[in-house]
């Protein structure tokens, strides 16, 4: 969340929230170590170290950037985001598998929606970031390193996927 308040304070510029900008950096740079100590919350940290990276961008400060970016790439391969197994919702409830950084099933298709999109996100974040600094990226483009859904707007994770739960999953983008 504080990633995203120090959004409204950079959007707010000149006046009125963004004298809280530094303070919402702040929270945010020191929450994301904290969060990675579980990892039931992965999607959040991945979607802050976007919002992050895409912050330092816009102010101009690439290396601090590039690095959240790479960051969000990194954990976005670790957890297979990049995975379409990853994205198939599990009918009957989730399988422990004790503690593992792998993704659990998501509970419902706007849950799948939501990983497919943060990975495309994540994807595209990590291609631009290499342009800008001259990087290899770090999500590899082979024919078997992604099998992630191509994306579909929310809110035909919300209507359509309800009457039809593995409609998404029939168009798969293979890089």
Not at 20 to 30: F, M, P, R
Not at 117 to 125: A, D, G, S
Request: glycine content about 6%.
């Amino acid at each position: 969340m504080n990633a995203i308040y120090l959004w409204a304070c950079f959007v707010s510029r000149p006046e009125p929230l963004c004298q809280h900008e530094d303070h919402y950096l702040e929270l945010a740079l020191k929450e994301i170590p904290d969060a990675l100590r579980g990892a039931d919350n992965i999607i959040d940290i991945i979607q802050a170290s976007c919002l992050l990276s895409l912050y330092f961008l816009a102010n101009g400060r690439h290396m601090e950037g590039g690095y959240h970016a790479s960051a969000a790439a990194s954990l976005a391969m670790q957890s297979g985001l990049g995975d379409r197994e990853t994205h198939i919702p599990q009918i009957y409830g989730y399988v422990e598998t004790g503690e593992s950084f792998e993704l659990k099933p998501p509970r419902s298709d706007i849950k799948a929606g939501e990983r497919i999109l943060t990975f495309w996100q994540v994807y595209n974040l990590d291609r631009c970031w290499s342009v800008i600094l001259r990087k290899p990226a770090v999500i590899p483009d082979n024919m078997h390193s992604i099998t992630c859904p191509w994306p579909q707007s929310i809110s035909e994770y919300e209507t359509v996927c309800m009457h039809h739960p593995y409609a998404i999953h029939a168009r798969c983008y293979r890089i």
